[in-house]
Each structure stands twice: as structure tokens, then as C-alpha cells.
């Protein structure tokens, strides 16, 4: 079983950086598609970035070219580095696992806690 704890969060003012990670203890990290979402106070959870087992990623439009989603695989770990930050990124962060099957064995989608970014004016 994977488990998943984020960090990096804070209070970061516009226009400014931080980098979240999301460190992934058991096995089976590198054959996970892994992925951020967020969630801002009365607004759905939505995805950030995603990456493949195989380093693809993908963005939410309204984040591409200021958010950049990483994997170290022999850290068990993905990173969210996000610049340029704006008050309309302010939300709960959270990583997510996605659901794999290996050798005909389902190993269920994961959640993180959630880590907490504010972009202040």
C-alpha cells in the first residue's frame, strides 16, 4: 500500500514561487501515474498536472507555462513547482495516486492530506 504526504505549502504574495512535493512511502510509486489537484473554497477539486509512469505530463490550461510537474522516482517523490503565482491559485493542494493493476492485483487511487496555498495580493 502507497501512502502520500505533501509539504511546500504556505503564504506566498502574487507573482511568487513555491514548490510542493508529495512523498509516496511503500511500493509501486514508479508504476503510478501520479497527479496534483486542487480545491479552492467552495469550488469543485479540480486537476493541476498529471504525470505517466513514463514522465508525460499534462496541465490545466490555466496553468500551463507558469507550473511545472516532476517525478523522482528514486525518492518516491513528485513535485509541483509552481511560479508566477496568482491570488486565483489559492486552494488546498492535494497528490494523488492513480488506481494501477499489477499482475492482476488493484491497487486503489490514493489521496494526500492536502497542503495549503494562499497567494496574497
Known amino acids: 500500500q502507497v501512502q502520500l504526504v505533501e509539504s511546500g505549502g504556505g503564504l506566498v504574495q502574487s507573482g511568487g514561487s513555491l514548490r510542493l512535493s508529495c512523498v509516496a512511502s511503500?511500493?509501486?510509486?514508479?508504476?503510478?501515474?501520479m497527479g496534483w489537484y486542487r480545491q479552492a473554497p467552495g469550488k469543485e477539486r479540480e486537476l493541476v498536472a498529471g504525470?505517466?509512469?513514463?514522465?508525460?505530463?499534462n496541465y490545466a490550461d490555466s496553468v500551463k507555462g507558469r507550473f511545472t510537474i516532476s517525478r523522482d522516482n528514486a525518492k518516491n517523490t513528485v513535485y509541483l513547482q509552481m511560479n508566477s503565482l496568482k491570488p486565483g491559485d489559492t486552494a488546498v493542494y492535494y497528490c494523488?495516486?492513480?488506481?494501477?493493476?499489477?499482475?492482476?492485483?488493484?491497487?486503489?487511487?490514493?489521496w494526500g492530506q492536502g497542503t495549503l496555498v494562499t497567494v496574497s495580493p
Open positions: 494523488n495516486a492513480r488506481e494501477v493493476v499489477i499482475s492482476l492485483i488493484r491497487y486503489p487511487e490514493l
Open positions: 504525470i505517466t509512469s513514463g514522465g508525460n505530463t
Open positions: 511503500g511500493t509501486n510509486f514508479n508504476l503510478r501515474a
